[in-house]
């Protein structure tokens, strides 16, 4: 079983920083891209930024030059650290894994397509 657990969100103003953190956990062979998602109210979810195994990122054009993803292979986490909030950043951050399990025989299957998700947590900027 797979588990995404995502840290890091809260009420900050305008100008200000976070940094989310989403550690995945269980029967985990290799994770391949990890992402952050979020969704504001009544809108759809959105991608945020993506991150492959091997480093590569790509960020939605609203937070280029203010977000930046990474990661940590050995400790199978996620990092956003996002700078000069506005209140349009206000919303559920989800973090993304795309991934491979191992399994109890020893064999190396995919997991769910479209990825594992976190349970989300709130950013609110304040103007």
């Known amino acids: 079983q797979v588990q995404l657990v995502e840290s890091g969100g809260g009420l900050v103003q305008a100008g200000g920083s976070l940094r989310l953190s989403c550690t995945a956990s269980g029967n985990i062979f290799r994770i391949n891209n990890m992402g952050w998602y979020r969704q504001a109210p009544g809108a759809q979810r959105e991608l945020v930024a993506i991150?492959?195994?091997?480093?590569?990122?790509n960020a939605a054009d609203s937070v280029k030059g203010r977000f930046a993803i990474s990661r940590d292979n050995n400790q199978n986490t996620v990092y956003l650290q996002m700078n000069s909030l506005n209140p349009e950043d206000t919303g559920v951050y989800y973090c993304?894994?795309?991934?491979?399990?191992?399994?109890?025989?020893?064999?190396?299957?995919?997991?769910?397509?479209?990825?594992?998700w976190g349970q989300g947590t709130q950013v609110t900027v304040s103007s």
């Open positions: 993304n894994a795309d991934l491979l399990l191992i399994m109890s025989d020893r064999t190396v299957v995919p997991g769910t397509p479209g990825g594992y």
């Open positions: 991150i492959s195994s091997g480093g590569s990122t």
